[in-house]
Nanobody, 115 residues
């Protein structure tokens, strides 16, 4: 009922910045939460940030400084701005859509930070 597609990943030099996009399409619920997670090689998937349909954003404690989540008002499109990228930020970044009984993940977009 809901499809999620991420974009914007790529190869970035340390210290650079990147903006990831995520669009959910299909049935609209009005009230929902959209999240960014990431999974580094050999690591568990971890939450980066979330944002509600009302625009309330929350961040994992370690992600508050360089990550900014935003959302287009009234739409199921969110962004993740990442500043001062580090090699440790290398991961697949996933978008997650949640609304009532709906729980949908995107395929992920690869972010590689390397010189």
């Amino acid at each position: 009922q809901v499809q999620v597609v991420e974009s914007g990943g790529g190869l970035v030099q340390p210290g650079g910045s990147l903006r990831l996009s995520c669009t959910a399409s299909g049935r609209e619920f009005g009230l929902d939460v959209m999240e960014w997670h990431r999974q580094a090689p050999g690591e568990q998937r971890e939450l980066v940030a979330s944002i509600t349909s009302g625009g309330t954003a929350n961040y994992a404690p370690s992600m508050k400084d360089r990550f900014t989540i935003s959302r287009e008002a009234g739409k199921m499109t969110i962004y993740l701005q990442i500043a001062s990228l580090k090699p440790d930020d290398t991961a697949v970044y996933y978008c997650h859509y949640r609304a009532f009984e709906i729980d949908t993940w995107g395929q992920g977009t690869q972010v590689t930070v390397s010189s």
